[in-house]
Protein backbone atom coordinates (compact mmCIF):
# COMPACT_ATOMS: atom_id res chain seq x y z
CA UNK A 1 0.00 0.00 0.00
CA UNK A 2 1.10 3.20 -0.34
CA UNK A 3 1.04 4.46 2.90
CA UNK A 4 3.25 3.63 6.08
CA UNK A 5 2.62 3.80 9.69
CA UNK A 6 5.55 4.77 12.09
CA UNK A 7 5.27 5.09 15.59
CA UNK A 8 7.96 7.65 17.86
CA UNK A 9 8.89 6.04 20.94
CA UNK A 10 10.13 9.25 23.28
CA UNK A 11 8.84 10.91 25.58
CA UNK A 12 5.31 11.92 23.75
CA UNK A 13 4.23 9.07 21.68
CA UNK A 14 4.08 9.99 17.96
CA UNK A 15 1.91 7.77 15.71
CA UNK A 16 2.91 9.53 12.26
CA UNK A 17 0.98 8.39 8.52
CA UNK A 18 3.14 8.91 5.38
CA UNK A 19 0.77 8.93 2.18
CA UNK A 20 1.89 8.96 -1.65
CA UNK A 21 0.28 7.97 -4.65
CA UNK A 22 1.31 4.74 -6.28
CA UNK A 23 4.00 4.81 -8.77
CA UNK A 24 3.66 2.22 -11.41
CA UNK A 25 6.61 3.46 -13.50
CA UNK A 26 9.51 3.84 -11.87
CA UNK A 27 12.24 6.39 -13.35
CA UNK A 28 14.54 3.54 -14.56
CA UNK A 29 11.98 1.52 -16.39
CA UNK A 30 10.31 5.23 -17.76
CA UNK A 31 13.65 5.21 -19.97
CA UNK A 32 13.97 1.23 -20.95
CA UNK A 33 9.95 2.26 -22.20
CA UNK A 34 10.95 5.16 -23.98
CA UNK A 35 13.68 3.36 -25.56
CA UNK A 36 11.59 0.12 -26.41
CA UNK A 37 8.78 2.51 -28.02
CA UNK A 38 11.18 4.42 -30.20
CA UNK A 39 12.60 0.80 -31.18
CA UNK A 40 9.62 -0.48 -32.08
CA UNK A 41 7.90 2.42 -34.23
CA UNK A 42 11.76 2.77 -35.74
CA UNK A 43 11.57 -0.91 -36.98
CA UNK A 44 8.34 -0.39 -39.73
CA UNK A 45 10.82 2.67 -41.04
CA UNK A 46 13.67 0.03 -41.45
CA UNK A 47 12.12 -0.79 -45.63
CA UNK A 48 11.75 2.62 -46.04
CA UNK A 49 15.64 3.81 -45.69
CA UNK A 50 16.79 5.65 -48.40
CA UNK A 51 13.80 6.86 -49.77
CA UNK A 52 11.69 9.85 -49.65
CA UNK A 53 8.93 8.39 -47.79
CA UNK A 54 10.84 8.14 -44.66
CA UNK A 55 11.89 11.80 -44.42
CA UNK A 56 7.87 12.23 -44.30
CA UNK A 57 7.54 9.45 -41.66
CA UNK A 58 10.17 10.64 -39.68
CA UNK A 59 8.81 13.95 -37.87
CA UNK A 60 5.44 12.46 -37.00
CA UNK A 61 6.97 8.97 -35.57
CA UNK A 62 9.83 11.38 -33.91
CA UNK A 63 6.94 13.88 -32.36
CA UNK A 64 4.85 10.68 -30.96
CA UNK A 65 8.10 9.40 -29.38
CA UNK A 66 8.36 13.01 -27.69
CA UNK A 67 5.13 13.27 -26.87
CA UNK A 68 5.05 9.79 -25.24
CA UNK A 69 8.61 11.08 -23.06
CA UNK A 70 6.73 14.12 -22.21
CA UNK A 71 3.01 12.82 -20.64
CA UNK A 72 4.94 9.68 -18.69
CA UNK A 73 7.51 12.93 -17.28
CA UNK A 74 4.76 14.87 -17.00
CA UNK A 75 2.81 12.77 -14.92
CA UNK A 76 5.75 11.18 -12.79
CA UNK A 77 6.20 14.81 -11.95
CA UNK A 78 2.71 15.49 -10.90
CA UNK A 79 2.39 12.10 -8.73
CA UNK A 80 4.99 13.78 -6.55
CA UNK A 81 2.67 14.26 -3.45
CA UNK A 82 3.45 13.31 -0.01
CA UNK A 83 0.75 13.38 3.41
CA UNK A 84 2.16 13.49 6.72
CA UNK A 85 -0.48 12.98 9.23
CA UNK A 86 1.04 13.00 12.80
CA UNK A 87 -0.94 11.77 15.84
CA UNK A 88 0.03 12.99 19.13
CA UNK A 89 -1.14 13.03 22.33
CA UNK A 90 -3.02 16.52 22.26
CA UNK A 91 -2.95 17.33 18.41
CA UNK A 92 -3.47 16.29 14.97
CA UNK A 93 -1.76 18.01 12.30
CA UNK A 94 -1.67 16.98 8.68
CA UNK A 95 0.76 18.28 6.01
CA UNK A 96 0.65 17.70 2.33
CA UNK A 97 3.61 18.51 0.42
CA UNK A 98 2.49 19.27 -3.71
CA UNK A 99 3.89 18.48 -6.92
CA UNK A 100 4.99 22.24 -7.10
CA UNK A 101 6.88 22.57 -3.94
CA UNK A 102 3.53 24.38 -2.08
CA UNK A 103 2.52 22.70 1.83
CA UNK A 104 -0.47 22.76 2.77
CA UNK A 105 -0.96 22.32 6.75
CA UNK A 106 -3.78 21.81 9.36
CA UNK A 107 -3.63 21.23 12.34
CA UNK A 108 -6.85 20.20 15.35
CA UNK A 109 -6.92 19.24 19.19
CA UNK A 110 -7.07 15.35 18.59
CA UNK A 111 -10.17 15.35 20.75
CA UNK A 112 -12.38 17.18 18.08
CA UNK A 113 -11.14 15.76 14.91
CA UNK A 114 -13.18 13.08 13.59
CA UNK A 115 -12.64 11.28 10.45
CA UNK A 116 -15.40 10.83 8.00
CA UNK A 117 -16.40 8.59 4.60
CA UNK A 118 -18.46 9.81 2.32
CA UNK A 119 -19.04 7.11 -0.49
CA UNK A 120 -21.09 9.56 -3.09
CA UNK A 121 -20.35 13.16 -3.50
CA UNK A 122 -16.95 13.72 -3.54
CA UNK A 123 -14.40 14.25 -5.97
CA UNK A 124 -13.42 10.19 -6.26
CA UNK A 125 -15.69 7.37 -4.19
CA UNK A 126 -14.98 6.79 -0.47
CA UNK A 127 -13.22 10.05 -0.50
CA UNK A 128 -12.11 10.79 3.44
CA UNK A 129 -11.63 14.24 5.54
CA UNK A 130 -10.71 14.83 8.34
CA UNK A 131 -12.89 17.60 10.46
CA UNK A 132 -11.87 19.94 13.27
CA UNK A 133 -10.74 23.69 14.22
CA UNK A 134 -13.46 24.59 11.84
CA UNK A 135 -11.91 23.34 8.60
CA UNK A 136 -12.70 19.53 6.53
CA UNK A 137 -9.40 18.99 4.53
CA UNK A 138 -9.20 15.63 2.43
CA UNK A 139 -6.79 12.88 3.25
CA UNK A 140 -5.86 9.85 0.33
CA UNK A 141 -7.35 11.05 -2.40
CA UNK A 142 -5.05 9.74 -4.62
CA UNK A 143 -5.51 6.32 -3.43
CA UNK A 144 -7.11 3.35 -4.80
CA UNK A 145 -10.77 2.73 -4.00
CA UNK A 146 -9.95 -0.09 -1.69
CA UNK A 147 -7.08 1.76 0.09
CA UNK A 148 -9.18 4.75 1.31
CA UNK A 149 -11.83 2.00 2.38
CA UNK A 150 -8.61 0.21 4.66
CA UNK A 151 -7.46 3.54 5.52
CA UNK A 152 -10.83 4.95 6.99
CA UNK A 153 -11.00 2.23 9.42
CA UNK A 154 -7.14 2.96 10.30
CA UNK A 155 -7.81 6.34 10.98
CA UNK A 156 -11.00 6.10 12.58
CA UNK A 157 -9.24 3.35 15.61
CA UNK A 158 -6.06 5.52 15.66
CA UNK A 159 -7.74 8.87 16.27
CA UNK A 160 -9.92 7.27 18.99
CA UNK A 161 -7.34 5.26 20.56
Known amino acids: MPYQWN???STEPLQVLQLWPHQSLPPKAHK???LGTAVLIA???LPFLGTVVLWGLLPFLTLAVLG???A???NRHDQRILEILELGPQEARLERHNPHGAVQDWSC???WTTVEMHEQGGPVPYYITLRGNGREVEI???LSED?????YHELSHRIRS
Open 147 to 151: ERKAL
Open 109 to 111: NRY
Open 72 to 74: LDR
Open 7 to 9: TTS
Open 68 to 70: MWY
Open 43 to 45: LPL
Open 140 to 142: GAF
Open 32 to 34: WFI
